[in-house]
């Protein structure tokens, strides 16, 4: 079973950046397809992205797309999201998530970290 370790989050200004970051252990790093999430009160939980084995493919959600990156260092076993131009509506608990295979599954994470909140002030 693979563990999950966010950090990162916190209060940032609208228009501003963050970096999250997830360490994973207890397995084998690669064979995992990573993801984030996120989640505000009295909502589901929601796909923002996610990436392959080997970081060549990666989708996003439409809100966040061309202001987000998600990116992975094998060597370090962590998984990385870059925020930028944070809007109010992004603020949130953050999730890294994961699950085996070859193909990015929205539906397929069956791993999760604990959470990190994200606050984004107007």
């Known amino acids: 079973q693979v563990q999950l370790v966010e950090s990162g989050g916190g209060l940032v200004q609208s228009g501003g950046s963050l970096r999250l970051s997830c360490a994973v252990s207890?397995?084998?790093?690669?064979?995992?397809?990573m993801g984030w999430f996120r989640q505000t009160p009295g909502k589901e939980r929601e796909f923002v992205a996610g990436?392959?084995?080997?970081?060549?493919?990666?989708r996003y959600a439409p809100p966040v797309k061309g202001r987000f990156s998600i990116s992975r260092d094998n060597a370090a076993n962590t998984v990385y999201l870059q925020m930028n131009d944070l809007k109010p509506e992004d603020t949130a608990v953050y999730y890294c998530?994961?699950?085996?295979?070859?193909?990015?599954?929205?539906?397929?994470?069956?791993?999760w970290g604990q959470g990190t909140q994200v606050t984004v002030s107007s």
């Open positions: 998530a994961a699950h085996r295979g070859n193909v990015i599954e929205e539906k397929g994470f069956d791993s």
């Open positions: 207890g397995s084998t790093f690669s064979l995992y397809i």
């Open positions: 990436i392959n084995w080997s970081g060549r493919v990666t």
